[in-house]
């Protein structure tokens, strides 16, 4: 069965600070992909990345970045120089075919 | 607008009724899927379908019934055997399998 686990239940920081979110995946599979939702205060998640398996390259989206590794079974996702409007809830996710699992979320809030 | 239609945002209802929640994509994607969301818990999967007429339990199924009768249309519902229904429900549709799922805006349901 497939698992992900965020061990990190909230975090808080002061605007400009960098916040690393975590998250460990557990799976038979050798082929698999890994998503990061973000979850606004209004409920919809919105999608911000996927990754499959075979590609370890970390990837930088502006003030996003993440960072997978196989070997250790992780898909940590970090936010530079964070600011109030990135205050939600971090959910990480594994998808086998079409079977999508969620870990339990990070709440993130970002204070003035 | 292409989205998912979730309906209504906010239901309440007596204790021992069933109740179904809309869920509705004009997305033209094959795969469907049910949420629930309870607070610490993150999303946990009730159910999910690939195509039409075809659908699977997720990890939390027992008290919930669904069907797909049409590819656009996902609908839930919650039965009295659910011991704790309260909760705030969520549907997605994704395109080909390990795509991302597109979400739709919930339904918080409220059993008293």
């Known amino acids: 069965a497939q698992k992900v686990t965020q061990a990190q239940t909230e975090i808080s920081v002061v605007e400009k600070e960098d916040v690393t979110l975590d998250c460990v995946y557990e799976t038979r599979d050798t082929t698999y992909y890994l998503f990061w939702y973000k979850q606004p205060p209004s409920g919809e998640l919105v999608f911000l990345i996927r990754r499959n398996s075979f590609d370890e390259q970390n990837e930088i989206s502006g003030r996003y970045s993440w960072n997978f590794q196989k070997s250790t079974s992780s898909f940590n996702f970090t936010i530079t120089a964070s600011q109030v409007v990135d205050s939600a809830v971090y959910f990480c996710a594994l998808s086998e075919i079409y079977k999508l699992s969620f870990g339990a979320g990070t709440t993130v809030t970002v204070r003035a | 607008d292409g989205g998912i239609t979730q309906s209504p945002k906010y239901l309440f209802r007596k204790e021992g009724q069933n109740v179904t929640l809309s869920c509705e994509q004009n997305?033209?994607?094959?795969?469907m899927y049910w949420y629930r969301q309870d607070p610490g818990q993150g999303l946990r999967l009730i159910y999910y379908s690939q195509i039409v007429n075809d659908f699977q339990k997720g990890d939390i199924a027992e008290g919930y019934s669904v069907s797909r009768e049409k590819k656009e249309s996902f609908p839930l519902t919650v039965t009295s055997a659910q011991k704790n229904p309260t909760a705030f429900y969520l549907c997605a549709s994704s395109g080909l399998a390990n795509t991302e799922a597109f979400f739709g805006q919930g339904t918080r349901l409220t059993v008293v």
């Open positions: 997305l033209n994607h094959d795969a």
